[in-house]
């Protein structure tokens, strides 16, 4: 009988970790892709980066509605484009990746706040050179409203498994 407690803690757990990945990070396509940052103030500058597979070797396109297309020859990797200083702060953007056969779709969000900065060119290509980074660690592209979420979610799920276990345990005793 215990197992069957300890089983139903386990799914309670997984069912509230996979209810907490954001629904663009389930997309899936042929060629990796991705937007950095995913939120940008209306004039800043944002890198677009493609992942080289069999997928895509050829030139890549990205088009959004807040910024000029910009391609990425197939030699290189990523390319950064500027955002336009009348993009709506709040709105959430589509940014529409074509590389060979294959598409998919990535999110901007635009934030409250302006650069300090006026950038004074516009979509620019960067040769490759070295490794990219990535994300910041773990915590990339998350923010402290789906994080606290994701906490209290894990928290309750783990509190009603030891609720019902404590409980079951106590009617078995008596």
């Not at 060629?31 to 890198?47: K, N, Y």
């Not at 709506?88 to 598409?103: I, Q, T």
């Amino acid at each position: 009988m215990r197992a069957i407690g300890l089983a139903s803690a386990v799914l309670l757990g997984a069912g509230a970790l996979t209810s907490c990945v954001p629904a663009d990070a389930a997309i899936r396509t042929d060629f990796g892709f991705s937007v950095m940052p995913s939120t940008v103030a209306a004039g800043g500058e944002v890198t677009l980066r493609v992942d080289r597979n069999e997928a895509c070797q050829g030139e890549a396109a990205v088009n959004s509605a807040v910024f000029d297309m910009v391609t990425i020859p197939p030699e290189e990797s990523w390319a950064t484009a500027v955002v336009d200083w009348d993009a709506k702060p709040g709105a959430v953007y589509d940014v529409e990746f074509e590389c060979d056969e294959s598409s998919g779709t990535a999110r901007l969000t635009i934030a409250g706040g302006r650069p300090t900065h006026h950038p004074t060119h516009h979509p620019t290509r960067h040769p490759h050179k070295g490794v990219h980074a990535g994300e910041g660690g773990t915590l990339g592209g998350f923010d402290l409203k789906e994080i606290g979420l994701g906490a209290a979610l894990i928290a309750g799920s783990l509190g009603v498994a030891y609720h019902f276990s404590r409980r079951r345990t106590d009617e078995d005793a008596g």
